[in-house]
């Protein structure tokens, strides 16, 4: 099998998975989970979690928001460069089949903007806060599965989102000491 033939055959399976799992869309109430946790995804959450870090832990939950705040800045500097470069039309773009169950925030697709700064965002907090795995777990994993299922996103976005996310997240904590997942 040649180069082209593989990459044509990659396009084909990212869009019939992207079809498939935009469908469930087509129900009100996953559509309104998804389209809901989408939004807090949108940068809600994040800066309530800050928020509430520092409440509840003072100085060094303010240290973990201010780590929190400067991987996001790299993330959301990553994130439009390589949208920028890339110029990967969204699914609902390019395939009439594929609906945009809500807004999107910009025009382009590669990579998931909201899954590399959930992936990021939880990987810095859980090192800060092991404790709050069992809520960053879900909502992150939750926030991915939107971007696929609001037809914003296909999976091979996500999926590259959750592997610069998570680089990105162990760069952080690699250059702040005394601060690691293990």
């Given at each position: 099998?040649?180069?082209?033939?593989?990459?044509?055959?990659?396009?084909?399976?990212?869009?019939?998975?992207?079809?498939?799992?935009?469908?469930?869309?087509?129900?009100?109430?996953?559509?309104?989970?998804?389209a809901?946790?989408?939004?807090?995804?949108?940068?809600?959450?994040?800066?309530?979690?800050?928020?509430?870090?520092?409440?509840?832990?003072?100085?060094?939950?303010?240290?973990?928001?201010?780590?929190?705040?400067?991987t996001?800045?790299?993330?959301?500097?990553?994130?439009?460069?390589?949208?920028?470069?890339?110029?990967?039309?969204?699914?609902?773009?390019?395939?009439?089949?594929?609906?945009?169950w809500v807004?999107?925030?910009?025009?382009?697709?590669?990579?998931?903007?909201?899954?590399?700064?959930?992936?990021?965002?939880?990987?810095?907090?859980?090192?800060?806060?092991?404790?709050?795995?069992?809520?960053?777990?879900?909502?992150?994993?939750?926030?991915?599965?939107?971007?696929?299922?609001?037809?914003?996103?296909?999976?091979?976005?996500?999926?590259?989102?959750?592997?610069?996310?998570?680089g990105?997240?162990?760069?952080?904590?690699?250059?702040?000491?005394?601060?690691?997942?293990?």
């Amino acid at each position: 099998m040649n180069r082209h033939s593989l990459q044509k055959r990659l396009i084909a399976g990212d869009s019939g998975w992207c079809l498939r799992v935009n469908r469930w869309g087509e129900r009100g109430r996953s559509r309104s989970y998804f389209a809901a946790v989408s939004r807090l995804g949108d940068g809600v959450f994040w800066y309530v979690l800050m928020a509430v870090l520092i409440a509840v832990d003072g100085l060094d939950g303010l240290a973990a928001s201010a780590h929190l705040a400067a991987t996001g800045v790299i993330a959301l500097t990553l994130y439009k460069l390589l949208k920028r470069w890339t110029r990967r039309p969204r699914p609902f773009a390019s395939d009439r089949r594929i609906h945009a169950w809500v807004a999107p925030l910009d025009e382009f697709s590669f990579p998931s903007g909201h899954t590399l700064h959930a992936v990021a965002f939880s990987l810095v907090g859980m090192a800060h806060y092991p404790v709050l795995a069992w809520v960053l777990v879900p909502f992150t994993a939750s926030v991915a599965a939107s971007r696929v299922v609001l037809g914003l996103h296909y999976p091979s976005d996500v999926l590259a989102a959750t592997a610069i996310g998570t680089g990105l997240a162990g760069v952080s904590l690699w250059l702040v000491p005394g601060v690691s997942l293990f």
